[in-house]
C-alpha cells in the first residue's frame, strides 16, 4: 500500500475508533431519558451516571500519556470494544443505581482508550485542523442516525434496553475497520504517523497546551450539561416527545455541519479568531434552550448550539497538537473532554431542577466566557511561538 493511501485509512479508521468511542456521549439526552423513566432515577443521578462514564474516559485518557505509543493500537482498541460491547450489555440486567454507575464508569474507561487513540493518530498529522473536523463530524453522524432511528424502532419496543441494543448494533458493524489501525507501535515521524519536526515541537510553550486544555474543560463543561438535559429541558417544557426526537436527531445534523465547515476552513484565518466566533454562536444557542418554552425558538438554539459547540471543536484539539512538545500531550485533551463532560451533566442536574433554567444559563455564560480566554491565550501563545 502506498504511504499516502497508508495515512489516509490508518486516520479513516482512528475516526471511526473516536465515532465508537462516544457513543455512549452522542445518545446521552436518549440514554439518560430512558435509563431515568425506566429505573425511577432522579434527576441528580442521571446527571451522576452522565459523569460517570466521563470519569472513565477522563482517567483512562489520562493514563495513556504513558501506553499510548506503546501498546500497538489495534490491540488496544479491540479489547476495548470487547470491554466497551460487555459492560454496554451488562448495563441492561441490572436497575441499582450503585451498579449502573459502576459500569457506566467502565464502559468510559473503554471509551477513553478508543477516544485517546484517535486523539493521538490524527494529532500526529500536519493536516490537524481538517482531520479532527472530520473526526468530530463523524461521531456527530453517527449520533444522528442513531438519534434518528433509535426512537421509532428500538426504543418504542425496548425502552431503555433499545438503545443499548441499538449502540451495540452500531459497534459491531463499525468494528472491521478496526483491522486498519497500525498493529505496530505509534512512533513519532515514522511511515504510520505524521507529527511537525521534533526540534520544531520541542520550542512550543508547555503553558499553551495546559491552556488550550483548559478551554476544553470549560467547553465542556457548558456543551455536556447542555446536552445532557436537552430532552428534559423540552419534556419541562411539555413539548411532544417523538418531535424531540427528530429535533435531537436534527440537532446532530448541525453537529457534522460545523466541524466540516471548521475543517474546510482550516487555518487560512488561524485557530483563535474562528474559535471565539464558534463559542459565540454556542452561547446563542444556549440562550434559545434555556430562554423560552416557544418550541421554534428552543429548536432554533438546540441546533444553534450544536453548530457552533461541534464547529469549535477541530480548531481546539488542533490548538493543542500544534502546542504538544513531544506527541504524547493530545492525549490530554479527550481528559480535558472527560473532566468537562464530567462536570457538566453533574452541575446542570444540581442547578436544574426541571423548573427555571436561569442557574443553568449563567453557569455556560461563564463558562463559555473562561473558555474564550483560554483558547485566545493559548492559541496566542501558539501562533507566536
Known sequence: MEKSNLKHSILSAAVVASAVGFTFYNVMPLYLGTLMEDKSFSYPQIGYVASAFFLGVNVMSALSFFWIRIVP?????????LVLSLFLLLGTFFSTYSIIFIMTVVVGLASGVLASLA???IGDTKDATRWFGIKTAAESAAGVILLFLLPVTLISYYGFNGVVYGMLLFIVLLSPVFFFLPNSRLIIDDEVSFSEDKELKEKKSSLAVWLCLMAFVFNFTCGAGIWAFTERIASANQ???AVVGVLLGVTLAFGVIGPLISG????????????????ILMLLGIIGITSSDQFYVFAIGACL???GWAGSLPFLFSMV???????RHIVFAPTSVGVGSMVGPALAGNVYSGESTLLLLLMCVVGLTLSAFCGLKGGGLVENN
Open 305 to 307: 448550539s450544536m453548530l
Open 239 to 241: 413539548f411532544e416527545p
Open 73 to 81: 493500537p489495534r490491540i488496544s482498541a479491540f479489547i476495548a470494544l
Open 119 to 121: 486523539a493521538t493518530i
Open 264 to 279: 474546510s476552513i482550516g487555518d487560512k484565518f488561524g485557530k483563535r479568531v474562528p474559535y471565539v466566533i464558534a463559542l
Open 321 to 327: 497538537a500544534s502546542a504538544d512538545p513531544d506527541g
